[in-house]
């Protein structure tokens, strides 16, 4: 079975074989306070820093899950609310985890095909979080558009979820503050991992607040991470998996240019149809990563229910989206080859 889902997706072929040496090296039983750990755990943040253009004063953290950087966004670096900037239902999400947390958040929502505008968030607010990659709808935010946000609220801090794009393309993380990403989307590894990624602005914002309330509070994990270690026992295996493929990957401008060359052979694809049409009209918006295609609920049934006797998954429509659309995963794992023939798959309904 081939995953085109948009997460959990498609994990590297290597991957079983890295389990294998895992166990092999101790990995799978290994002390998270030893000396093999520190070395591993600085090794991995070494070569996320190197493959993915991360600053050299930016600190990389390990957390569970992106849900998990929700929390930890607004119970260790919202002193007052964190205003929300979202057009589906990650971002929504992510507005109700911090409500809970800090209440009174503000939400901002904006329409799919539109460009987010940016502007000056109110005072009372002092987090400005923004979706970068929706993988609901398939819509993305530039950089660009993120470093004017961060312009125009010097006293902010700008916090990115990244999830389904952080490992597939460029991104500029000067343009922000906080940025993270679960590693079953565009890392392709096994789920139970997140990269957290703190700008200096963002690490003095944790210490001046020193919040200490949670397990996984920020400024235990900072302290901690200074040790190139966690406060808690974290996810060996998965960080040990992903040094390994890390190891592999090219630099990210190589794989950006290679998620464009597919993203754009995809919606080249598609503009052929009649029957099959994208979700998201306006080019500018249109996710590198997740592509969201729109039919008739027949036919939408139709074609995942063939997909899967074929031995490809394509991703279903999510929330209200889910008989209208399928989502079609563009993340590095996928190859070539598989996308030829789930094209000639698709082609017959086209
Ligand atoms: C998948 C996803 C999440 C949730 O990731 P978890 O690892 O399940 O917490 C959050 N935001 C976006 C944009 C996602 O795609």
Known sequence: MISFYPGPSRVYDEIP????????????????????????????????????????????????????????IAQSLTQGNSIHFHNGAFGEKWHQYANRIKPGALSNPFNKDEELYPLKAIDTTDVICITQNETSNGTMVSTEIISRFREMNPDHLVAVDATSSMGGIVLDFKSADVWFASVQKCFGLPAG???????????????????????????????????????????????????RTLKNQDVIEHVDEKMNRRFNAW????????????????????????????????????????????????????????????????????????????????????
């Open 193 to 243: 991992l997140a990269v957290l990624i703190c700008s200096p602005k963002a690490i003095e914002r944790c210490v001046a607040l020193d919040e200490r309330n949670h397990y996984n509070s920020l400024a235990f994990m900072n302290e901690m991470i200074a040790k190139w270690q966690t406060p808690f026992t974290p996810n060996v295996l998965g960080i040990y998996l992903l040094m």
């Open 17 to 72: 074989d890295y389990v294998k040496d895992a166990y092999k090296r101790g990995i799978l039983s290994m002390n998270h306070r030893n000396t093999e750990f520190v070395k591993l755990c600085e090794k991995t943040v070494k070569l996320l820093r190197s493959r993915l253009g991360v600053p050299p004063d930016y600190t990389i953290f390990f957390t569970s899950s992106a849900t998990e950087c929700w929390e930890i």
């Open 267 to 350: 919606y080249s694809f598609f503009e052929k149809s009649e029957s099959l049409k994208p979700y998201i009209k306006n080019h500018d918006v249109r996710s590198k990563t997740i592509l969201t295609i729109e039919g008739t609920p027949d036919l939408i049934e139709r074609i995942r229910m063939k997909a899967l006797k074929k031995g490809f998954q394509l991703g279903a429509g999510y929330g209200q989206l889910k008989d209208t659309t399928f989502r079609i995963a563009n993340f590095p794992a996928i190859k070539s080859k598989e996308i030829e023939e789930v094209q000639k798959f698709i082609k017959k309904y086209i």
